[in-house]
């Protein structure tokens, strides 16, 4: 016979919890019957249903039931899970909407920390940048065709960005989490007041540029570690 799973294999499966977005398969119909105490054949109905009307595509996996025979069942994603659990009434099913009511509350409220963050750092950085724009200036009246000079921006946004997520490379902040924007403007913060320091001390303007980017490096571990 061939090798296919017991049920008892197939009851040990976790319902998926609705904050596990990592896995591929998260479930399956045996796990889900035996939570919501429905009949398999019951979920199993639901299953075909929502195939015939095109609304999931899950194909039928078997497993060897108490009796030694051949039975279907079906394993599910999440995507899958949660269309076919919302259709069912009960406590638990019920738990399962408030559970994704809050969930979908949190998102909002991330989605919200997240865009405050994103315009902080946007804002942090134009003020970093016009301090960079002096420094630019004065890097041109004795180096002005070093790459120290016209690469200046490029060079303190890569070592910030290598500060903040280990890779000193352009990045679309689209893709940055709320606590890594938060560490930019930080970082932006720190190089406009830097500036502004040895600005009104009157240091060589190619001390300033290295001093700043010697500090930026040295943020780099702490950064780092704060995310991990």
Request: aromatic fraction near 4%; glycine fraction near 4%; proline fraction near 3%.
């Amino acid at each position: 016979m061939e090798n296919l799973p017991r049920k008892l294999e197939l009851l040990n499966c976790d319902v998926m919890s609705i904050n596990l977005h990592h896995k591929k398969i998260m479930t399956n119909s045996l796990a889900i019957a035996q939570y919501f105490g429905k009949r398999p054949s019951d979920v199993n109905k639901r299953i075909k249903a929502l195939v015939k009307k095109r609304l999931c595509k899950i194909a039928p996996s078997y497993y060897i039931n108490q009796q030694g025979k051949k039975q279907s069942y079906y394993e599910l994603n999440r995507d899958q899970y949660l269309l076919i659990a919302l259709g069912f009434t009960g406590n638990k099913a019920e738990q399962l909407k408030i559970n994704i009511i809050k969930l979908i509350n949190q998102l909002e409220a991330e989605l919200i920390k997240w865009q405050t963050g994103k315009l902080t750092a946007c804002t942090a950085t134009k003020q970093a940048n016009d301090e960079l724009m002096w420094l630019q200036t004065e890097l041109e009246k004795v180096i002005p065709t070093s790459k120290r000079c016209t690469m200046l921006f490029t060079h303190v946004q890569l070592a910030i960005n290598k500060a903040v997520t280990g890779k000193g490379k352009k990045i679309d902040r689209k893709t940055l989490s709320t606590n890594e924007l938060d560490n930019i403007t930080n970082l932006e913060e720190l190089v406009q007041a830097q500036i502004l320091s040895r600005k009104e001390k009157g240091l060589d303007p190619e001390i300033i540029r290295n001093e700043i980017l010697q500090i930026i490096r040295k943020e780099e571990p702490t950064r780092r570690a704060v995310l991990t």
